[in-house]
């Protein structure tokens, strides 16, 4: 239900025109293809992810011999569900213990994604820690302790001006003597300068490797959904300088651009596995690519 409000303007922009296109159509022509295209397109699913589920249509309708407008949704569901499709997205992070750094560029919702993430794995009964490793952006540190205050964890650093590879260190040891079973990271995620971000990453890693050798590590890249087709790039960008395992997609509830979560899953073979859904603690959502095809077309 969440889910399906939270969506409501992407839903609104895809499915209005959707269904007016098999209702205003009577034949299956290049028109009928075109019209379903450019909504697909204007949806956010980006060009390229939008051929591919039109050329995947149009092999199932010849397969199966469908000549009436109205039995190409279905089809259409399935196709676009086959574009998400990325293998297992299983949430192995949760079930054991593990570090999840969380990067991505100012303003796309970090802070409030770690924040949001700390109390989702809280409600489930999980021990987390924060890491206030974002030394870069001024405000960070003040702004993710008043989250881990909200969210009833702790949090490690805060203070402006040490080195994130430290607070991380320094994070580490606190997951461990407490023993935590998530230690989240908010990290920096300058793109502009990707040679700084990359070695910043780097000693991150290999403090975890060394540190914390038995912890899960999960990386997860924050993007802010009303971005359309920047956050693709954004995304593509990232997942050049680190192991990128997942993707938060934040914002959604402002937006129609959520299509963009069905052209990171089919360009990028990355998961989206959570999204943002306002700005309150609750108002972040597992993602489940079926259910969220489901949702926009229901
Ligand atoms: P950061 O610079 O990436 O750490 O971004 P912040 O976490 O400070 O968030 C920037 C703004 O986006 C804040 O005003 C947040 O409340 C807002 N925000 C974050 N996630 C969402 C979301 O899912 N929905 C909405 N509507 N706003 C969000």
Request: charged residues 25%; glycine residues 8%.
């Amino acid at each position: 239900k969440r889910l399906v409000n939270g969506l409501t303007k992407t839903r609104d922009s895809i499915v209005a025109g959707i269904d007016s296109i098999f209702s205003g159509y009577s034949n299956i022509d290049d028109d009928f293809y075109e019209e379903i295209e450019e909504i697909l397109v204007m949806g956010d699913i980006g060009i390229n992810t939008t051929t591919k589920i039109i050329d995947h249509l149009k092999e199932r309708v010849a397969e199966e011999h469908i000549t009436d407008p109205a039995e190409c949704k279905q089809l259409l569901i399935e196709s676009i569900k086959k574009q998400m499709d990325v293998g297992d997205t299983a949430y192995e992070f949760e079930n054991r213990k593990s570090v999840v750094l969380v990067i991505g560029v100012n303003g796309v919702g970090k802070t409030t994604s770690v924040g949001k993430l700390a109390g989702l794995l809280k409600d489930q009964g999980k021990k987390v820690v924060l890491a206030a490793a974002d030394t870069f952006r001024a405000a960070a540190g003040e702004q993710l302790t008043e989250w881990a205050h909200r969210a009833g964890v702790d949090i490690i650093g805060g203070q402006n001006g040490a080195d994130p590879a430290s607070i991380v260190y320094d994070a580490v040891a606190a997951a461990k003597a407490r023993n935590a079973d998530v230690l989240i990271c908010d990290t920096a995620g300058r793109l502009h300068n990707k040679k700084n971000l990359m070695e910043e990453l780097h000693k991150i890693y290999r403090i975890l490797e060394k540190e914390y050798p038995e912890a899960y590590l999960e990386t997860l890249v924050v993007l802010d959904g009303t971005t359309g087709q920047n956050a693709l790039q954004q995304a593509r960008q990232f997942a050049e300088v680190a192991n990128v395992t997942g993707i938060i997609l934040t914002k959604l509830d402002g937006t129609a651009k959520g299509g963009i979560a069905v052209a990171i899953q089919s360009e990028l073979d990355i998961p989206v596995k959570y999204i943002g859904v306002g700005e309150s603690i609750h108002d972040l959502q597992k993602f489940d690519a079926d259910q969220f095809v489901n949702a926009l077309f229901h």
